[in-house]
């Protein structure tokens, strides 16, 4: 089950939990794992920064934080994401708003499947399978088009 909150900010257009469930659940089975309990908690900048300085002792911005509680191959967790981080990431990388809210969500969701980001090669797979994610979104685009 995918649940969206908003913590400090009104609302995220756009954002369509059925979506992220059926394409999450789909991530999830070609990472060979299952869709569990997630959180998908939209914020501001400094709601994250504190919650950044709190849990993990890092005090700058960031554009999410996830909490994994995946146990064996059951994907669960909490996904922290600002809103207006992803705003400015989207502005500094001239793409759509919504192109890089979703690569934010899938880089918390392949987070929780394993995956990690600290070193160079971490870092690339992690693009990697972004953009591989994003292309099995797009395909969900279309089919609930048609």
């Not at 979506?19 to 999830?28: G, I, K, R």
Request: hydrophobic share 40%; charged share 30%; net charge negative.
């Amino acid at each position: 089950m995918v649940e969206v909150f908003f913590e400090d900010i009104e609302e995220v257009p756009g954002v369509n939990p059925e979506f992220l469930f059926a394409w999450y659940s789909n991530v999830c089975e070609v990472e060979g794992k299952e869709l569990g309990d997630l959180s998908i908690i939209f914020c501001s900048d400094e709601h994250l920064l504190q919650m950044n300085k709190e849990y993990l002792q890092h005090d700058y911005y960031t554009d999410i934080i996830t909490f994994d509680y995946s146990e064996d191959s059951l994907v669960s967790g909490d996904l922290f994401i600002s809103v207006d981080r992803v705003q400015d990431n989207a502005d500094e990388f001239d793409v759509l708003f919504q192109d890089e809210l979703h690569r934010v969500c899938v880089h918390g969701l392949l987070h929780l499947c394993g995956y990690k980001d600290k070193s160079d090669e971490d870092e690339a797979l992690m693009r990697l399978k972004e953009n591989e994610m994003l292309v099995l979104r797009e395909f969900h685009v279309k089919h609930i088009k048609n």
